[in-house]
């Protein structure tokens, strides 16, 4: 019998946790499968995605930079997949590639389940309007906050992304608003970064008097990539949250479009929390 192939894809991906979070999976939910991590040349995507279908891959995760390139790639896609423009998630069945993007859902459990905040009725300011804010903005309207700030260097792209959302704000009651990076008014009760600030070294792209008494500033990296926001966030007296979380619930809602099975996700990260931490 053969094994059941997933693998994640990207460039990098020499460090993704994927493959420890996805055997994890397996191991708890009793399921048989093989996942890898496959570096992917910069120009290679497409003919790699066809090289793993025809070795038997029955699905794949796609990081940085190919979420797009996934997207367009499929021959399905997921209603969020279409509103993120963007896709984590493909899989393969009977000649077809179906494309969605968990991101998103990734991020709303870990606030909502991991962290233990309701978004509903709260004010939340998203920063950066690259891929990584196009693929949570929905889920995040979906969540019933009061209010979300879109906040960006390049406004026309804050703008951009918000009137795609306008319809799905309105239909869960959120007032949506595009701004520069310091052109709100009143603060917020959950400040997400979605910027690749950090990783340059560049300050935090907001000023403090963003944050309310408390807020939970969550950092969609994790490891060193996040620490600078996460410090700036205590010294401020917000809740830093790094991105660990997120990365473990979306795999888990991939794993469930996969397998039909939803995996323990809050023992998982845990676990993994735990072996970061021993340095491993
Ligand atoms: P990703 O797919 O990771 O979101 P991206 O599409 O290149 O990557 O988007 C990067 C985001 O980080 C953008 O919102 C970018 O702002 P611009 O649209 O103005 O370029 C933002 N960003 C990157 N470096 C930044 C910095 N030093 N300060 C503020 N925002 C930054």
């Not at 994927?18 to 399921?31: C, D, K, M, V």
């Amino acid at each position: 019998m053969t094994t059941d192939l997933y693998c994640v894809m990207g460039h990098p991906v020499a460090h993704s946790r994927s493959p420890w979070i996805h055997a994890r999976f397996a191991e708890l939910t009793g399921q048989k499968l093989h996942y890898d991590k496959r570096e992917i040349p910069l120009d290679h995507f497409e003919r790699s995605v066809q090289a793993f279908i025809r070795e038997g891959g029955l699905g794949c995760n796609v990081t940085v930079p190919f979420k797009f390139e996934a997207a367009k790639l499929a021959t399905h896609t997921s209603e969020r997949g279409l509103l993120a423009q963007a896709a984590n998630v493909l899989t393969f069945k009977n000649g077809q590639i179906l494309a969605d993007n968990t991101d998103g859902i990734g991020l709303v459990d870990d606030i909502e389940h991991n962290a233990g905040l309701s978004l509903k009725g709260l004010r939340l300011l998203l920063i950066g309007a690259g891929g990584a804010s196009a693929g949570v903005l929905g889920p995040l309207l979906q969540a019933g906050p009061a209010h979300v700030s879109v906040a960006n260097r390049t406004l026309h792209k804050a703008s951009e992304l918000v009137a795609r959302h306008l319809p799905l704000a309105a239909e869960n009651n959120a007032e949506l608003q595009a701004h520069t990076l310091h052109g709100f008014d009143r603060p917020f009760d959950v400040i997400i970064n979605a910027t690749a600030s950090s990783l340059s070294g560049a300050a935090v792209p907001v000023a403090a008097r963003a944050l309310k008494p408390g807020a939970l500033a969550y950092d969609m990296m994790y490891g060193p990539g996040a620490q600078g926001f996460m410090d700036w966030a205590q010294a401020h007296g917000a809740l830093p949250r790094d991105g660990l979380g997120m990365l473990v619930e979306q795999a888990a809602e991939a794993f469930l479009i996969w397998r039909g099975v939803r995996p323990p996700s809050s023992q998982v990260l845990a676990e993994l929390r735990a072996v970061i931490a021993s340095g491993h």
